[in-house]
T-cell receptor
Framework: GQSLEQPSEVTAVEGAIVQMNCTYQ??????LSWYQQHDGGAPTFLSY????GLEETGRFSSFLSRSDSYGYLLLQELQMKDSASYFC??????????FGKGTRLHILP | ETGVTQSPTHLIKTRGQQVTLRCSSQ?????VSWYQQALGQGPQFIFQ???????GRGNFPPRFSGLQFPNYSSELNVNALELDDSALYLC???????????FGQGTRLTVV
């Protein structure tokens, strides 16, 4: 089976940097992805890590350590529009994508 | 816009009834997954279809069933609706082995 752990909430200040962590247990692993979901909206794909290391896409970076079954999403230069829920998701060998419960990001002005 | 469309957007049903939700996947995508998302929770995997065959199922009872058609669109059917089935139902389309999936806007189902 697969399980993912994420902190339920994180609060940060506009303009700052925030890191959201994810640990996972899985019987098969292809990669770790991150999704953003605004209230009332659908999840939107942000990034994907199949190998160890850091992937950067603009203000968003995602990190993976396969040996530690751990990853994080880093958001820089926070903007109010980044207030949302962020989900990590594991892609297993059977190509299914299983989601964590998500981290709610609150941004203070 | 992800190119994934779901219908209807909202639906109210009575306990015991049956419901069919529909999803048109993004052009070129051969895999469709269905998720149930309760308020404040992450999407829970229901099942996945790849080239018209069910390719794995989450922890949902048999009254949740589905279909994928030759054009890769898909349906989710739920029989004998229960109050706890009230949730947002999300369809995600992808290309097998691709990095991420693209979600539709979901169907908000309310069972009364």
């Amino acid at each position: 089976g697969q399980s993912l752990e994420q902190p339920s909430e994180v609060t940060a200040v506009e303009g700052a940097i925030v890191q959201m962590n994810c640990t996972y247990q899985t019987s098969g692993f292809y990669g770790l992805s991150w999704y953003q979901q605004h209230d009332g909206g659908a999840p939107t794909f942000l990034s994907y890590n199949a190998l160890d290391g850091l992937e950067e896409t603009g203000r968003f970076s995602s990190f993976l350590s396969r040996s530690d079954s751990y990853g994080y999403l880093l958001l820089q230069e926070l903007q109010m529009k980044d207030s949302a829920s962020y989900f990590c998701a594991v892609r297993g060998r059977d190509d299914k994508i299983i989601f964590g419960k998500g981290t709610r990001l609150h941004i203070l002005p | 816009e992800t190119g994934v469309t779901q219908s209807p957007t909202h639906l109210i049903k009575t306990r015991g009834q049956q419901v069919t939700l529909r999803c048109s996947s993004q052009s070129g995508h051969n895999t469709v997954s269905w998720y149930q998302q309760a308020l404040g929770q992450g999407p829970q995997f229901i099942f996945q279809y790849y080239r018209e065959e069910e390719n794995g199922r989450g922890n949902f009872p048999p009254r949740f069933s589905g279909l994928q058609f030759p054009n890769y669109s898909s349906e989710l059917n739920v029989n004998a609706l229960e109050l706890d089935d009230s949730a947002l139902y999300l369809c995600a389309s992808s290309l097998w082995g691709d990095r991420g999936a693209f979600f539709g806007q979901g169907t908000r189902l309310t069972v009364v």
